[in-house]
């Protein structure tokens, strides 16, 4: 086994998905327990209510334990989204006094610090850093410029992604009250696309969009880096209130609705007829399976044109060279490829997570891409490209240290939860 073990939480919108992940015995990652569960006390990224989002992190947890009972946990990794995320591309100089001087952590740190000094509005505070590339002496660039000789300066090139203020202590105060007051915490869209998208996908110039219950992610990668990224508050749960609306129904039957219909009609289904039950014991409706899908494609296609729009005003539409791809639960939306590939243009692919030791195959579907993205991140002994502000100042420092350290968190979480029943 390895030296480290650790715990992945997913808090999404529909469900809090965790997962423990280990070492094989051929230092391959190993997922020893998986659990979710439905997730409460959230609304459009924000956290509307601490004990119910708490206690849904708390139940994930538990069930992840079921399988291993209890052990030690040397880490915690916690993805999260919405908060009203905005993205703003920022540049910041170090200063290289002596000719032909290395360069060191300290430039890069000063030149990244630099980077981080914008003009923000009141209720805003960075919430993560990513790196794109560094430019030396206005001529050589480099992912990482340690020990590379510089005459003049160094520029860092940064993604900056903005939270509303307090809205990340808010959660943190979540995992606090579920008994994880030492955490990690991570943007689930950045590690999900890193996790999905391939090197070529990344280098080449590529759109990925994740389609959740009440927040949409959308990133564009070019040269292996982060160049633009929006979240929105709304996602495909938008669909099922229409059909809510429409036909008067439950939301339970508006999803099941939803999950038969397409996006993008095809003929040999237009014709068919289905019985949907009315509210409150009213009689059995029938309607047209066109009428359905009607409704679906209208906002799906409402919904893409405005991610089209804002992307198209970014100024990276001319470098999407290698399409799209969705991840999700949207993603599992019927039809759903037809309808992007129609409006942007460009090849799609739907994102399935990779096969790891101990995970099932019902986790390998796009509504688990971030989950699986932070297990991926945990694997790694470098940082994804977009990591915590406070790893750019210290992960070379001290990264073994800092791996050290959480061993004294947690001695035995698996008990602790377990006190809970």
């Known amino acids: 086994m390895s030296e480290e073990r650790v715990i992945c939480i997913d808090i999404g919108y529909s469900k809090v998905a965790a997962a423990i992940v280990d070492s094989d015995v051929n230092n391959q990652p190993e997922v020893l327990g998986v659990g979710e569960a439905p997730t409460n006390g959230l609304f459009r990224g924000k956290v509307k209510e601490v004990e119910a989002v708490s206690d849904s992190i708390r139940n994930a947890v538990m069930k992840a334990f079921e399988t291993i009972g209890s052990g030690k946990v040397d880490r915690v990794l916690v993805g999260i989204t919405g908060m009203e995320i905005e993205g703003l591309n920022s540049c910041g100089v170090a200063p290289i006094q002596a000719h032909n001087r290395t360069i060191t952590d300290r430039d890069i740190e000063t030149a990244i610090n630099n980077a981080k000094a914008v003009s923000l509005p009141t209720d805003r505070q960075i919430f993560l850093i990513g790196q794109q590339q560094f430019v030396i002496d206005d001529k050589i660039v480099s992912s990482n410029p340690i020990k590379m000789a510089a005459s003049n300066k160094l520029e860092a090139q940064v993604h900056l992604l903005t939270c509303l203020e307090n809205i990340k202590e808010n959660f943190e105060r979540c995992l606090i009250d579920a008994g994880i ?136 539409q001319s470098d999407l060279k290698f399409g799209v791809v969705l991840a999700g639960g949207g993603a599992l939306q019927t039809g759903i490829e037809q309808c992007v590939k129609k409006i942007f243009g460009t090849a799609v692919r739907i994102a399935v997570p990779e096969k790891i030791n101990g995970l099932k195959a019902s986790f390998l579907t796009p509504a688990y891409v971030s989950l699986y993205g932070l297990m991926r991140f945990a694997d790694r002994q470098t940082g994804c490209t977009v990591v915590n502000e406070d790893e750019i100042r210290s992960s070379r420092r001290d990264g073994g240290a800092r791996r050290g350290k959480w061993r004294l968190f947690f001695a035995n979480i698996a008990d602790f939860f377990r006190s809970f029943l």
Do not use: W
């Open 181 to 316: 007051e030492h955490s990690q915490i991570y943007y689930s869209g950045a590690v999900g696309a890193e996790a999905v998208l391939s090197l070529q996908e990344r280098d080449l110039g590529t759109l990925y969009i994740d389609f959740g219950k009440d927040t949409i992610d959308v990133l564009f990668y070019k040269n292996q880096s982060l160049h633009y990224s929006k979240v929105y508050s709304f996602g495909f749960n938008l669909i099922t209130n229409d059909l809510c609306l429409c036909y008067r129904i439950s939301y339970d039957d508006a999803e099941h609705l939803k999950k038969e219909g397409t996006a993008y009609p095809l003929t040999d289904s237009e014709d068919l007829q289905v019985y949907i039950r009315g509210l409150n014991g009213q009689d059995m409706k029938i309607c047209r399976q066109k009428e359905i899908n009607e409704v679906i494609e209208a906002r799906v296609t409402e919904l893409l044109e405005l991610i089209a729009a804002d992307f198209r005003k970014s100024n990276f």
